[in-house]
């Protein structure tokens, strides 16, 4: 059983910078692979990055790639997203998720879910 709080969103320009948060309560925090996905009004929730539990490889959207970095910190059991040179198609309900099973790249592998913190980007 996992409780999963998201903060750090906010309002920035285009070419701003965010880093997200997604904090985690429960004793088996360590043992999950974790990820980002976002959800734009209208649209379905669709995947961002994702980090593993041991080794902490990374994997993440080509649309992200070199402007995003997921980390994790087991020992504050917190998983964060830099967010850096933000562009108008970013801006979404951020959500992190605890992965479970199948496809890390669908949003049904992940059995927990946060509240979700607000992006969004100005002109």
């Known amino acids: 059983q996992v409780q999963l709080v998201e903060s750090g969103g906010g309002l920035v320009q285009a070419g701003g910078s965010l880093r997200l948060s997604c904090a985690a309560s429960?004793?088996?925090?360590?043992?999950?692979?974790m990820g980002w996905f976002r959800q734009p009004p209208g649209k379905e929730r669709e995947f961002v990055a994702a980090?593993?539990?041991?080794?902490?490889?990374?994997e993440y959207a080509d649309s992200v790639k070199g402007r995003f970095t997921i980390s994790r910190d087991n020992a504050q059991n917190t998983v964060y997203l830099q967010m850096n040179n933000l562009k108008p198609e970013d801006p979404a309900v951020y959500y992190c998720g605890t992965y479970y099973s199948g496809s890390y790249l669908l949003s049904g592998s992940y059995d927990y879910w946060g509240q979700g913190t607000q992006v969004t980007v100005s002109s």
């Open positions: 980090i593993s539990w041991k080794h902490k490889s990374t």
């Open positions: 429960g004793r088996t925090f360590s043992s999950y692979a």
